[in-house]
């Protein structure tokens, strides 16, 4: 709810030098537990990408970009990880999966999502390299705060030491 609040009132009024488009309501998505059943996945997806069109006076365009990494968000996570990745108790982020990980998943789907959402706001290929420009940049932007988030709201594990 409160990346929906921040990206409705304050990412959305964001427009840095005509490119840069912060859309970290993804976050929410990518950060779903991983036993999420697909069917709640596409219907979470569905209802955050509903809201944020309503709010930006969009039609559908959220919607779309949202069930399409929702969709391919469960195939992504089992070609990233290993299965001693997937024990039960793992949650998605830099903490438990490491950077690396986490980096490789974020920038897969946030990519995803950027293309899909600019290029169907757009909805025709007479400024495809304009459109790929925006979409590359805003993609970026989007990973640089969702990366910086994470090191901000979530504390890396503490190890135990042995005697």
Same mark, same amino acid.
């Given at each position: 709810m409160l990346l929906l609040l921040l990206q409705i009132?304050? +990412?959305?009024?964001?427009?840095? /030098?005509?490119? !840069?488009?912060?859309?970290?309501?993804?976050?929410? =998505?990518?950060?779903?537990?991983?036993?999420?059943?697909?069917?709640? +996945?596409?219907?979470?997806?569905? /209802?955050?990408? !509903?809201?944020?069109?309503?709010?930006?006076?969009? =039609?559908?365009?959220?919607?779309?970009?949202?069930?399409l990494i929702a969709y391919l968000r469960p195939g992504l996570i089992k070609t990233l990880s290993q299965k001693t990745d997937l024990d039960p108790g793992i949650k998605i982020g830099i903490r438990d999966l490491g950077f690396s990980w986490f980096f490789t998943y974020t920038v897969v789907l946030v990519l995803i999502h950027h293309l899909v959402l600019f290029y169907l706001e757009v909805f025709h290929f007479n400024e495809f390299f304009n459109t790929l420009k925006r979409s590359l940049l805003s993609a970026l932007f989007t990973i640089v705060i969702i990366i910086i988030s994470q090191y901000l709201l979530y504390r890396p594990k503490k190890h135990k030491r042995g005697l």
């Open positions: 009132y304050i +990412l959305n009024n964001i427009e840095l /030098f005509g490119y !840069l488009n912060p859309y970290v309501y993804v976050l929410f =998505i990518l950060l779903l537990p991983i036993e999420t059943p697909r069917f709640l +996945l596409l219907i979470t997806a569905f /209802f955050m990408g !509903l809201s944020i069109d309503y709010f930006s006076n969009t =039609i559908g365009v959220n919607v779309a970009a949202c069930v």
